[in-house]
């Protein structure tokens, strides 16, 4: 009886190490599709490794990132909220589901994420730098500027905080402060799109139309598709009323992104302002179905209705 006892003990074993290998061939496979971008094949992976091997943080984990860089948020924060309760330190599942949350504007959740990661490793920069950010888009800005130097004096070549900070001088209005803040990113990062495109703003902002165009048509070389920078450049052209360069750049915006409301909105404006009513018009109720209740398309819409009566 004693050795029959041993051998279906040994069986046991031996299964539960089969099982075990299963689940890591299952997460070495996910792993590999995943590399390759190949999201959807790579769930499924993972779905096997979870199901032999539930207890496994990593199934989870890796799932969570498939999910999110297909676009499925929600599912990626189940996945990340199950490898922390399997392990309430797990630093990676804490940003990852900051990430996430923030994306979904659960800014009070993102912070919460962060604030916790923070707890767990007070010296790890981009935790503070990422709870500015949720706090910048909560618009908690004296909070996120807190974040930004403490992330900075942690890391006093993060130039991303340099950048981030500068936007928060930029709001209060502290141009000097901002611009400062974008010149050392650049000095850190020549290639850094965002500080290029950043830095037009700021000039735009400050009523220096020429020196945002050399900024943003700087940040286009850098990244041809930033169109952003189009929409910007866009503005400061029409600030120099060369208004025909303006709707070109504004064109070029609304069609990589066709769903570009501030590119339509600047857009509808110019016409306006040019008195060609019915291309208003028609971007101003392309803002309206982006943006329903958009009080300055709204407004517009109804002065041409008056302007435009025979």
Known sequence: MKNILNTFVLISALAVAALAQTAREHLARGNQLYSNKQYSSAIASFNEAIRLAPAAQAGWFNRGQAYYYSGNIDAAINDYSQVIRLNPSHLDALFQRGLAQNMKRNHDLAIADYSKGIELAPADAQFRYNRGIAFADKGALDAAMADYNEAIRLNPSYMKAFVNRGAVYYKQKKHDLALADINTALKLDQNYVD?????????????QPDLAIADLTQALKVDPNYAKAYLDRGIAYNKKKQ??????????????NPKYMGAYLMRGAIYFDTKRYDLAKADLTKVIELSPGNKLATDTLARIAVLAAP
């Open 195 to 207: 500080a290029w495109g950043n830095r037009g703003v700021i000039y735009n902002g400050m009523n």
């Open 243 to 256: 208004n025909d360069l303006a709707i070109a750049d504004l064109t070029r915006a609304i069609k990589m």
